[in-house]
């Protein structure tokens, strides 16, 4: 993919400058510069349904691990978590695509969601740990008015930067194996095909059926070949469970049908369940710690993501840097806190973004239309079931073989690049981890260049991740050592 500048785009127009345009565009068009970012409304719509597609498990898989009891015993309705989840996800997207005017959603972090599940709420009841969300959030847009988040990001030499996208490449194409059940953890292996060492069921054979499709029409240069892809996949799909081909147990996520009403009423009952202070004997070393590790989760993968993803949209400069950012990440810095309120867990930009980029997205409105389908979410909870995960699991892989084709801008002959490039690709899928990954990256990167002597090329802000990142990898034997649990 030809990477394109954006300086001709953030000057006048994006700047808000009022400057001519052509006759007969639209308000959309003006707007979102989608004809000058070489898009068109048709491509914007058709990324925006796929990104929301590719996506829509959050709203079932997040609710899944968040349905834990909290250091007093209670536990978070579904019905309520459910609709957290699409309104935060539907609030934060919309905000990206009016304001920041890029084609990335948000929704609630999987590794947000993961910290409060398995570090949080064993200590802290659930609206303390929605405050640490916000307190996270807050960390985090700190960091963006003051400039020191997009100052780091534009530090990553550009070696790095695509890395980060190819490792994403990787980890979002082996979460698509594993949702399928395509890829397992083996009996005798860390992982392997199927449960058993081979394919096992309908729904792996839909999802193999609907990738080969994917791959089939992209070849053919058909538009719209991943959404037609999962539309048809699902289609069949319904007709097989309809069939009763396909045993209902076999879907991972349940089957392809509607049970009962498809309207529900959205369940607020969570939102604004917040709370600062009252830790007890939790303390402020166990806190700073707590908010210290979201802030790692939600700050280093929404920064790889925005790289790998903006990228493939083409909104990035020769040197890897993505002009006129600070509104995107303002925005995921605030969705951190969104999410507190809202009782979603923190929300941050999904890798799933890359699909509706893959079906030729480039502006906000890709993100408006996802936002709008998290919007219609909250009232059609139950359709959310109908489109199998084993069949969306094929766009995620997809996107991932896409993202891999960065890897002819690195110079592998140059072991100080192949390194850290390595160490990032391959780390993020095999820790199931960005963050793990990009860290690999940058402390290689910058070890590497002590060892040539050129310890003066690394940077003030490669130096500062590097004391940070050797931190995270660090953190569980330092809070052994303090005593902190």
């Known amino acids: ?44 719509v058709r990324g925006g ?50 304001f920041g005017k890029v084609p990335l959603a948000l929704a609630a972090g999987l590794s947000v969601s993961g910290v409060l599940a398995s570090q949080v709420v064993p200590v802290m009841t659930w ?19 003051t400039g020191l988040r997009e100052m780091i990001m534009n ?14 490449g990787l980890f979002v194409a082996l979460i698509g194996f594993y949702k399928a059940g395509f890829v397992h953890q083996g009996e005798a292996t860390p992982v392997s095909l199927g449960p058993a060492g081979e394919l096992a069921g309908w729904p792996v054979l839909l999802f193999a059926l609907t990738l ?52 529900s009423m959205p369940d607020f009952s969570l939102f604004g369940h917040v709370e600062f202070g009252g830790w007890g004997e939790v303390g402020a070393m166990t806190v700073g710690m707590i908010v210290f590790t979201l802030v790692l989760a939600g700050f280093f993968d929404a920064m790889a993501t925005i790289i790998g993803v903006g990228t493939e949209a083409e909104l990035a400069d020769a040197k890897g840097r993505m002009p006129g950012l600070s509104k995107a990440l303002f925005i ?26 893959g079906e030729g997205a480039r502006t ?58 390595f160490l990032t690709v391959v780390i993020m899928p095999f820790t199931y981890s960005i963050t793990a990954g990009v860290a690999a990256g940058v402390i290689s990167y910058t070890a590497i260049k002590v060892a040539q002597g050129k310890a003066r090329e690394i940077g003030a802000f490669m130096w500062g991740l590097t004391a940070i990142f050797f931190v995270y990898y660090a953190l569980n034997p330092i809070e052994s050592w303090m005593g902190v649990h």
């Open 364 to 421: 906000g409105l890709s993100s408006v239309v996802t936002g709008l389908f998290f919007a219609a979410c909250l009232f059609f909870t139950p359709l959310t079931a109908i489109v199998p995960g084993e069949v969306a699991a094929a766009a995620l892989v997809v996107i991932g073989g896409m993202m891999m084709t960065n890897a002819r801008h690195v110079d592998w002959a140059d072991r100080a690049t192949a390194i850290p490039v």
């Open 49 to 98: 349904v796929t990104t929301f597609m590719a996506m829509a498990y959050i709203l079932l898989l997040n609710p899944l691990i968040l349905s834990g009891k909290d250091v007093a015993g209670a536990t978070l309705g579904q019905q309520a978590l459910i609709t957290a989840t699409a309104f935060a996800a539907a609030l934060t997207t919309l905000l990206m695509g009016f």
């Open 1 to 44: 993919m030809t990477q394109q500048s954006l300086e001709p785009r953030t000057t006048a127009e994006d700047a808000g400058e009022g400057t001519r345009v052509p006759a007969g565009r639209s308000w959309l068009d003006r707007y979102f510069h989608i004809s000058r970012r070489g898009s068109t409304l048709a491509r914007e």
């Open 332 to 357: 995921d810095g605030a969705g951190g806190a969104i999410g507190g309120v809202s009782g979603a867990s923190g929300q941050t930009v999904f890798v799933e973004s890359a699909t509706g980029v």
């Open 127 to 145: 609206p303390q740990a929605m405050g640490m969300c916000v307190m996270y959030g807050v960390v985090i847009m700190l960091l963006v008015v």
């Open 212 to 263: 080969l499709a994917i791959f089939m029409l992209q070849a053919r240069g058909v538009p719209g070949a991943i959404l037609i892809g999962i539309l048809g996949g699902t289609v069949l799909a319904v007709l097989l469970n309809a069939l009763g081909v396909i045993d209902p147990k076999q879907w991972a996520g349940g089957a392809p049908e509607l049970h009962g009403s498809a309207v």
């Open 155 to 168: 530090a990553i030499p550009l070696a790095l930067k695509h890395a980060i996208t190819m490792g994403i």
